[in-house]
């Protein structure tokens, strides 16, 4: 690829991998359509010429990193056009697969301790069985402090005392392969818990070798550089009877590894190798494509800071040695054995992920985009209500480009986020309807439905009444951030809106959880259950609704209508994304409605999805 410089276009920035999700990360904070860029003069502006325009607004810095990135970046993905991508997509279990999320501490308790335990899960397996899933994700179960619950992991090779011990984890996966299903493990390495050997280690011996496992730096009477951590506050904690500082992106416990370490990727490699195997079938990764930093670890831009919140993102969220470290990773663990990998990796878009997961490419299979979750320019913790057709056009730009040779992931939820639904709905008289609809899209979209935990109960967001009903760090934190500038009431209305604690209350289905107080107490909806065991099985038993083509019918304001099909089977799913009843669009002539139990009638009601199959000639 050439050099690119302050003399190229706009459009020639754009038209890179890097350029194209970092711009377009930009006219989503803005809320500018991409049109703004490949349909008007705007486009054909030298860079030198935007950097005066937009001096007050972004500044040089901006253009400059980026500049810096698009460069670093040799590759091109493959030519997506359809005529160059393979017709259909390779067959893979997981990709078949509907996978659900268990966050331990909060999933199934079976010793009345009011915390969740691997035991809990195995008893649990006939449940997961009977709804349909195929593989269950684990988040981190591992030894830790349990600064950030278990994603600060003191001990990779031991399990945490309350979830119970190593024999229990075999026996999990013993059964949960007994049934039939796949069990993937959290893989926490961009960090380690401050309480970990190694950097203990480093700690207590400036000269030890694993001194360098970490980012150490001196104190020089500052920060070393301005980089700020996601759960607020500097990314530096200072060690003063060591005269130095060490960096941390998340909290004060959780260290960076210094990937750049060639023993450190050793004994990571190591250690996945270590559970591969004992025959676990996969690793989700945690922020892993943050393991690679520039060099140096210089000072972030601030305009960047500003417009994404966190200064220094721009030197770690797509590294220079990024694609190096990930393929060394399957190469000398992942292939060998066969596993499955997806990515979670926040702030990569749609072309930055065909370069992580394209098929060719040897990296990783799938990856967790986050773009989805909120609308353009808002944040988690806004209070509004999101809008569908949001999702909808996101949804579709990501299935018509994404091409054949990579598979999406489908999720609404995860243990980061407040439940999408009562993102869209604030009217709980529309709980139900939303629950539905979502439900329908994930499992008659293409790509591997992430199914997060109580999703199919049809759980909502929790009215917690004050900070003490609240333990996740980063909500602690941020609220003490915003006390600095508003009164305590309003304070905790913004945490309660983003806390990541509506999603790690303990399901309701367990004895213990008679203990929290009663607000924090939902009721399985059952009618939900159904559906999800309804949708799986549909799913399971239709291949076109996993490989087959998916073609957009309609996308008009509130609708979306689309297609899929394999040649020998093919489906309708019409949806109302709206509060409002609308006359539906498709003519269902040929056609026979599976699993809708509103009826065919000429009326959508509120959020209603029907999915209907072309009737085969008798
Ligand atoms: O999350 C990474 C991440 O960037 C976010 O989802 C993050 O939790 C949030 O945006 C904070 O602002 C992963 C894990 O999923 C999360 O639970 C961990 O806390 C985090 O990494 C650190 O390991
Ligand atoms: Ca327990």
Known sequence: MKELTQSSTLKELYSTPIGHDTIGRVLLQLNLSEKWITGSFIGNLKLKTLMKLTKKSLGEGFWNALLHLINQEKDLPLDRTPEAMPKEPKKAWWKEAVIYQIYPRSFADSNGDGIGDLKGITEKLDYLKELGVNAIWLSPVYDSPNDDNGYDIRDYRKIMTEFGTMEDFDELLKKTHEKGMRLIMDLVVNHTSDEHEWFQKALQD??????????????????????????????????????????????????????????????????????????????????????????????????IGSMMMFYGIEHYYYGPHLHEYLKEIQDKAFRPHGAFSVGETPGVGREMAKLITGEERGELDMIFSFDQLDMPGRIRFDYYEYDLNYYRDYIIDWMEHYGNNCWMSLFYNNHDNPRMVSKVTKDPAFNVPVEKLLAVMQFTLKGT?????????????YDFHSIEELSDVESKNRYRELLKMHAPEEAFRIIRTGTRDHSRVLLPWNESVKNLPDHLIQQPDESITELYKDLIRLRREHPALIYGTFKVLSRKKNRFVYERSDGSENFVIECNLSKDARPALFRPDGYEPVLNPQGTGPVLTPYEARIYRKKTEA
């Open 206 to 303: 400036p000269d030890s070798k694993y001194r360098d496992y970490y980012f150490f730096r001196e104190d020089t009477g500052k920060e070393p550089n301005n980089w700020v951590s996601f759960f607020g506050g500097t990314a530096w904690n200072r060690y003063p009877e060591q005269n130095a500082w060490a960096l941390h992106l998340f909290s004060k416990k959780q260290m960076d590894l210094n990937w750049d370490n060639p023993n450190v990727r050793d004994d990571v490699i190591d250690m996945i190798n270590w559970w591969l195997d004992k025959g676990v079938d996969g690793f989700r990764m945690d922020v892993i494509n943050y393991i690679s930093k520039e060099a140096g670890l210089p000072n972030g831009d601030e305009a």
């Open 449 to 461: 439905p992430f199914v997060y935990q109580g999703d199919e109960m049809g759980l909502t967001n």
